[in-house]
C-alpha cells in the first residue's frame, strides 16, 4: 500500500505563476512532512517540513498547507522561477525512523 | 542544513565486479543512515537503514549479500554492490539523519555496470 500518494505528476507554470503540488497520507500517526527538491543528477535537497500541530508553514516563496483531517498537505510555490524547475519529492516519517517518498512532481517553470 | 558527502559520484564497472560507494556526515555525527536507489524518473526506494556498531536492516525484497552495508563509524557508512550486473545500474543515493530527525541526503552515486 502506497503510503504517501503525490499529484500532478508533471507540472508546467508560467514565470511569476503559483505552483501547487499535492500529497495525500494514510498513516495519520505520521509526525513529520518535509518536502525535497531534486536537480537532475543531483541528490535531493531539504525544501521545508511541517509537524501535524501546525496548518501552514511559510519559509520565503515556499508554503506547506496541512490538512489534518483530510490527511493532505501541499506545497505552494509563489512567483515561480525557471530556477525552480526541478523535481519535488514530498515524504512522511514516524517518529523519524523510516521516511515515506511520493511519486515526485517535475516542475517546469517557463521563462 | 547539514553536509553529506558521497563518493565516487559517477562509477562504470564490468559485469562480475564489486563497488564500493562512501557516505559522509560531514558536520554532524549520524548514528542512522540510509541508502536509497532510485530509477530513472521515479521516486526513491528505500533499501536499508544502516546504524552504527550494528547491522543494518534491510528492506524487504533487498539482497542483503548483493548490497552489503558497514555503518563503521558515526560519520560514515558504505554501501558495497557485490558481483554487480548491468540490472544493478541505479542512482544511489545516501541520507543521514540529524538529532532533530531532519534528513539530509548526500548527491548521489551514478553506477553504470557494463
Known amino acids: 500500500q502506497q503510503q504517501v500518494k503525490q499529484s500532478p505528476q508533471s507540472l508546467i507554470v508560467q514565470k511569476g505563476g503559483i505552483s501547487i503540488i499535492n500529497c495525500a497520507y494514510e498513516n495519520t500517526a505520521f509526525d513529520y512532512f518535509p518536502w525535497y527538491q531534486q536537480f537532475p543528477g543531483k541528490g535531493p535537497a531539504l525544501l521545508i517540513a511541517?509537524?501535524?500541530?501546525?496548518s501552514e508553514k511559510k519559509e520565503g516563496r515556499f508554503t506547506i498547507s496541512f490538512n489534518k483531517s483530510a490527511k493532505q498537505f501541499s506545497l505552494h510555490i509563489m512567483d515561480s522561477q525557471p530556477g525552480d524547475s526541478a523535481t519535488y519529492f514530498c515524504?512522511?516519517?514516524?517518529?523519524?525512523?523510516?521516511?515515506?517518498f511520493g511519486s515526485g512532481t517535475k516542475l517546469n517553470v517557463k521563462p | 542544513g547539514a553536509v553529506v558527502s558521497q563518493h565516487p559520484s559517477r562509477v562504470i564497472c564490468k559485469s562480475g565486479t564489486s563497488v564500493k560507494i562512501e557516505c559522509r556526515s560531514l558536520d554532524f555525527q549520524a548514528t542512522t543512515m540510509f541508502w536509497y536507489r532510485q530509477f530513472p524518473k521515479q521516486s526513491l526506494m528505500l533499501m536499508a537503514t544502516?546504524?552504527?556498531?550494528?547491522?543494518?536492516?534491510?528492506e524487504q525484497g533487498v539482497e542483503k549479500d548483493k548490497f552489503l552495508i558497514n555503518h563503521a563509524s558515526l560519520t560514515l557508512s558504505t554501501l558495497t554492490v557485490t558481483s554487480a550486473h548491468p540490472e544493478d545500474s541505479s542512482f544511489y543515493i545516501c541520507?543521514?539523519?540529524?538529532?532533530?530527525?531532519?534528513?539530509?541526503f548526500g548527491e548521489g552515486s551514478r553506477l553504470t555496470v557494463l
Open positions: 511541517i509537524r501535524p500541530d501546525v
Open positions: 515524504a512522511a516519517s514516524l517518529n523519524f525512523n523510516k521516511f515515506y
Open positions: 544502516s546504524n552504527e556498531g550494528s547491522k543494518a536492516t534491510y
Open positions: 541520507s543521514a539523519s540529524l538529532d532533530t530527525g531532519e534528513l539530509f
